[in-house]
């Protein structure tokens, strides 16, 4: 019976350590409490008025299904990871296992186990040193850490001593607090801050510097008032794409860890931002050359408004860097495994991955979309996809942007669990490609979705 004293006991303490935490309301804890001692000693009333030959014949097989029973009903529902730790030696490194992991933990930590060791789940060395101390110092420990890969987390990691067992284990509880959403707003907030301050600066300080013209000699000026007025208004524009640009990248930022659920045509999408953007390609006497798939072809997995941004800025991108007469290329391709979703198109072209998923899905849809302009020296390509940065030479003119289209490029295709690649080489253009994750084929059919007529030539 000592295996279900030792959960009801664990399951105590548990509960006992959230409310320290003022993750639940002591009134809540306390019934939650009475809850595990009253189920506990039930069982060990009922234990004790089974014979023996029962009593063998319902040994659980494992550690973990003896203490999961009692409570973990009640720790499962609770939002936060739980895992409870036991250990024998502090020298024994193996001897660090979980004995229980809650249904949070199981998810974050892709726990599927029962029990096992501590280091197949968590293998952050401050997080490691924090149990020891727990389990060994008898000492409360805390510490944060963030765990690595594309949609990284930041997480706060408080370990408690829970005592001996009844076979001389050390035992600590483990309560990890998910802090990502808000770091992710404060960091955004200091960025934006400073970005915006940073940017707006220039335009800022040249309508102040026209203003003060219009009001001194130039105020009656015909001829100087109307070009300083178009400057102006100029600036003025630049400062309202600044600041939605801006705005657009915060707020992808700031639910960039939450993955889309929606069906989206990635050929109708395609097919929309052709249609709006013809009008401007024929102004400049731009080709725009498409080749998709059949409608319904390349459902993906994602937020239709994201996506469209994401074609908007590479086939604007495109557009800026084609001369007259020139041609844009859009290529879409479906059912692509990891691997070829990657493989360029441009065999004199420099190439690199600007973003790379953290788990390789079984298919993908691929959009390239291919210019025939200066092209990019390769020195200049691991910096593209930062804020605000643009190659030199093309930081003024007609061809002057808000540097941050492929920022915001990248940030939707992570958050999409997709990739981007460059391909480009001085002289020879440019060729950009994000992949996305494909709806599974196991989806039922008959949901709505967003399908349109796909077109083949503008």
Known sequence: MWPTALAGGAGCAAITTLAVLERMWVLDATLAVLAVAAVTGFAILRGSMTGDADA???QPATRAEAAAPPYASLVNILPDPILVIAALEPDDLTSRRYIFANSAARDLLKIRD?????????????????????LFGAMDAETVYETGGAQARVLRAHARPLGLGLDG????????????????????RTDFMANASHELRTPLASLSGFIETLRGHARDDVEARDRFLSIMQAQAERMSRLIDDLMSLSRIELNEHVAPTDRVDLGAAVNDVLDAIAPLARERGVALEPRLPPAGAALVTGDRDQIVQVVQNLVDNALKYSESGAAVRLELDVDLGAEAAVQGARPDAARLSLLTPDHSVETYARLRVSDSGPGIARENLPRLTERFYRVDGQKSGERAGTGLGLAIVKHIANRHRGGLTVESAPGQGSTFAVYLPLVPRTVPEGEPVDRRETVTEL
């Open 114 to 134: 029962p029990e096992g060791r501590l280091v197949t789940v968590i293998r952050a060395p401050e997080v490691l040193e924090a149990v020891d101390e727990a």
């Open 169 to 188: 284990s050390h035992l600590a509880v483990l309560v990890l607090r998910d802090e990502t959403e808000g770091r992710r707003v404060e960091r955004t």
């Open 56 to 58: 063998v014949g319902a």
